[in-house]
């Protein structure tokens, strides 16, 4: 039944739920690697591309969200993000700082009544040590999502956020807005904090913990994010 439904123009969406369960091709039949996994690897090298593109200013806007909606996918996966960050220029961050992020995490989680609609929603830890110039600048914080708080189009120019995924199935066909993220919220945080004539000559770490996958918005925001301050 599922080699029925694949073909060389098989969706992301179909792919991408195959290949989460299929890590491991040794154990699959010969067909599962050439019918499922190496699509599904066209895919993602697609989606790369239009991720550093936009980052890079050589794909336009409309193009560019036209291209991560075309997929079809809210997010990749945890299985499937880490490889596509690597690709992208993003490397992860440091373990001591993936575990008491996440300690802090569950600190405020805990905090947090279960009927509450901040209980549903995503949490960051966000560490900076920055230098440019003579100034230097580090810190950390909670981070929480900022949907409410900003308008869509705020700070596009800087870190644009394209819509995808849906809310809930009632609302199935509106798509979940993306420019409040705690990913958007966080780096743009950390390009207020360097200011405008600070951001390409800054250089030093920025980590960040969110406690969901991360979904196509936010993978391009990294990577717009890595362009626009190299250091």
């Not at 895919?43 to 050589?58: I, K, M, N, S, Y």
């Not at 008491?100 to 995490?105: T, W, Y």
């Not at 809310?167 to 780096?187: Q, T």
Request: glycine share 8%.
């Amino acid at each position: 039944l599922i080699r029925a439904r694949l073909s060389d123009d098989s969706p992301a969406v179909l792919l991408a739920a195959l290949a989460r369960g299929g890590r491991s091709t040794s154990e699959m039949p010969p067909w599962w690697r050439e019918e499922v996994m190496r699509p599904w690897g066209r895919h993602l090298r697609r989606l790369c591309r239009a991720l550093q593109g936009f980052a890079d200013e050589r794909l336009p806007r409309a193009q560019y969200a036209q291209e991560l909606l075309s997929f079809q996918l809210a997010d990749l996966g945890l299985a499937w993000q880490a490889p596509l960050l690597r690709a992208l220029g993003v490397t992860g961050g440091s373990k001591d700082f993936a575990r008491s992020a996440a300690r802090e995490v569950l600190r405020q989680r805990r905090r947090t009544d279960t009927s509450s609609p901040w209980a549903l929603r995503a949490l960051g830890v966000l560490s900076w040590d920055l230098r440019s110039g003579s100034r230097a600048m580090a810190g950390r914080k909670l981070v929480f999502t900022g949907a409410r708080n900003m308008k869509a189009e705020t700070d596009a120019d800087r870190l644009l956020s394209v819509d995808l995924g849906y809310v809930e199935r009632r609302a199935y066909g509106r798509l979940y807005r993306r420019h409040g993220d705690v990913e958007r919220v966080a780096l743009l945080e950390v390009m207020k904090i360097l200011g405008e004539r600070c951001v390409l000559d800054a250089h030093g770490t920025v980590e960040l913990f969110v406690d969901r996958a991360i979904c196509l918005s936010c993978l391009g925001v990294l990577a717009q994010f890595r362009a626009k301050v190299p250091g």
